[in-house]
């Protein structure tokens, strides 16, 4: 998560800032939200309440004029979360394509994956994953060519 | 007499929007009404009722314009009777619908 990128939500000249939230935080809303549609809004008012990054008060008389606001701060909030989560993904991707020839950066990739237990995901377990999938794809390839030489045999 | 009906409506009002900040003003079959902004409170009531039973949204839009009804009050039930989805909204906007659109509170939003 990148110090300094905070959301500044603005409406009639007030501006509250909001701390910028993780992809789980971001996740536990959403599934909160979808478990229970009736209390949505209330769903949306205690995230914004635990993102916002300044005095009650404020937030209290900001959403006591505009409170349909909260739903659109919560939108924009899961929004941030899920470009900051692409860009580290394409990060993790551009990482994993240059240390293909350097065996020191897979495995520095694979153990940071072994490493990693939950939360944004760092650009190097993006790529240590990414390493373990292409050789599974690429025993699996393997596997088909035996398997296919095998009953080429069969058929001898 | 007319322009001073209209004079004292105005005057009415502005008291009242002074007291109560931005109003949504509406004429409906030549009456005038006047509603007060939806709060947190009503907001969070009028979702909630509205997901457990979107079969009465019509119906709960009424009952949140009554309570929000600071002007007019006195030709406001025969009015809905007559005219509920000015309220309600449905093709077209209706109160309801400016109401909630005032609760948005037209916010913008950037990354800093």
Redesign the interface.
Known sequence: MQIGERLAVSADGKELLFRPVSQAEAGAYVRARSADPSASFDTDLRFVSEQHAGEPAALEAFLSRAPLAATEIAAALVRQANARTREANAVGVKRWRRSGQNAGQIAENLLAFKAYSGGDPPAAAVAGALHIAEWLDNTRGIFRIFLAVVKALGRK | MLSWRMADLDTQLETLKSKH?RLVVAEVNGHTFAFR????AK??EF??NL??SPELAVELSVNVCKFLCIFGQENLDSVVQSCPLAFAGGAEAGVIDVL?E???????????
Request: proline share 4%; hydrophobic share 35%; charged share 25%.
């Open positions: 900040g902004p939806l709060d947190l907001v969070s979702k909630r997901s457990k909630l005032n609760a948005r509170g037209g916010v913008t939003f950037r990354t800093i």
